[in-house]
């Protein structure tokens, strides 16, 4: 009896661990719009032989069931990020090592919040006025750089299950790469076949039959599909990632407008001597690119610059050589040194920004009061044929994490495989 053909649209962290499991029972290709598989994760070799360059996804977050057992069966080792988060503002150096007054009380209220809503709403309603003040610049601060979002638009309750359920903070030694090529290697000795290179442009679809063509003029056809483009390529309904559904699947693309999805602003500086004191994990301030961090307790004299959400939208529009000044000149300003001193002791130098990037339209997904009922629009398929899987399908406390990318990939193909019978 001939095996099903899947075919999976995406060779990110989703498409690869879904194309490996669902390959012991069916033939699976895998179309991949670049040249290269990982999707938003994209680790590089710095200059020097002891950095490596994340563009994308860096951290493992907390007790992660998927990414910590296919890190245990790959043999990959994590460090546990441990230093000391300072901030700095103005002159004054301070090592943060409590949450700000109210935190506490504000988990309490978002426990206790059965209707979802905002966190501008739920902040305006619960903690006004002057008293909260420096609560709510806090908060709005934390989402933004932590969740990619304003407050005005992401969910309460989304923000809950994620930040009561802090764990230890990780990073592959090896990079986050080394776990994609670990899945891919399933994948090869699975059978699945890889095509790069392969932009979807329009998928047919009626029941168990799926005719895909890609932009350079191919046709692939196959029983079933999983499409794990990031949710903000499929709602782009217009513009140049776009991929036409036929019969359209307008409940899906909907859906997939109701799930936010921020940008991140990345800048790495690689110098030839650290500035920080020893121990030094996080650094955050008032600059324009707020948030950096070391790679502590790895010894070497890499930083990093992030920006998120709102305030990275509004930096997206500068060129690669603009951000890195501003990232130049925010750094210079924490460190009290001069732009031109910095520039001297620079050995190189990366520029990472997501709004950019036609193949993502972003950095990462996160949840609206919308969201919940969205997802489960998404994670039903068409006609028992075409699935979607991603990120921005996960419901639970990893939201916009590789682990969510892992764990709906995997749901999703157990659906495959379930509806074969």
């Not at 860096?58 to 994590?78: I, M, N, Y």
Request: aromatic share 8%; proline share 3%; charged share 20%.
């Amino acid at each position: 009896m001939e095996r099903p053909h899947v075919i999976i649209v995406g060779a990110g962290a989703a498409g690869l661990v879904a194309a490996s499991e669902i390959a012991q029972k069916c033939n699976v290709t895998i179309l991949e719009t670049r040249e290269f598989i990982g999707g938003r994760i994209r680790t590089t070799q710095g200059a020097g032989n002891d950095t490596l360059i994340e563009a994308g996804a860096e951290f493992v977050h907390g007790d992660t069931p998927v990414t910590s057992r296919l890190l245990k069966e790959a043999g990959l080792k994590t460090v546990k990020l441990n230093g000391k988060m300072l901030r700095k503002e103005g002159k004054e150096w301070t090592e943060e090592k409590d949450m700000i007054e109210g935190w506490d009380e504000l988990v309490e209220k978002m426990k206790g919040q059965r209707n979802d809503m905002t966190m501008q709403d739920f902040l305006q309603k619960n903690f006004p006025g002057d008293k909260y003040a420096s609560l709510r610049r806090h908060v709005g601060a934390f989402v933004q750089g932590f969740d990619v979002a304003g407050v005005d638009e992401v969910s309460v309750q989304s923000l809950y299950r994620e930040w009561s359920n802090e764990g230890d903070q990780m990073r592959i030694t090896t990079g986050y790469t080394s776990l994609i090529n670990y899945l891919y290697e399933k994948c090869e000795k699975a059978g699945c076949l890889l095509l790069t290179g392969k932009t979807v442009k329009q998928v047919d679809w009626q029941k168990n039959e799926v005719t895909i063509y890609t932009s350079d003029g191919e046709k692939f056809s196959a029983n079933k599909s999983i499409i794990t483009v990031p949710v903000s390529v499929l709602r782009d309904i217009s513009g140049k990632a776009a991929i036409n559904l036929t019969p359209p699947a307008d409940d899906h693309i909907k859906a997939a407008c109701n799930i936010g999805f921020g940008t991140v602003v990345k800048v790495i500086l690689d110098l030839k001597q650290n500035l920080w004191e020893n121990g030094t994990g996080f650094i955050f301030s008032t600059e324009t690119i707020p948030t950096w961090w070391t790679q502590y307790p790895l010894k070497n004299n890499l930083i990093t610059g992030w920006v998120g959400g709102p305030a990275a939208a509004r930096l997206s529009q500068h060129t690669d050589d603009e951000l890195l000044e501003i990232g130049v000149i925010s750094l210079s300003n924490i460190f009290d040194v001069t732009p031109s001193f910095l520039r001297n002791i620079m050995a190189s130098s990366y520029v990472f920004n997501w709004s950019k990037n036609e193949e993502s339209l972003g950095a990462y997904s996160f949840s609206t009061p919308e969201s919940a009922a969205a997802r489960k629009i998404l994670n039903e398929p068409l006609a028992g044929t075409v699935f979607f899987a991603g990120e921005a399908l996960y419901d639970g406390p990893f939201s916009g994490t590789v682990e969510a990318a892992l764990s709906n990939g995997n749901a999703t193909a157990a659906k495959v495989l379930k509806s074969l019978h």
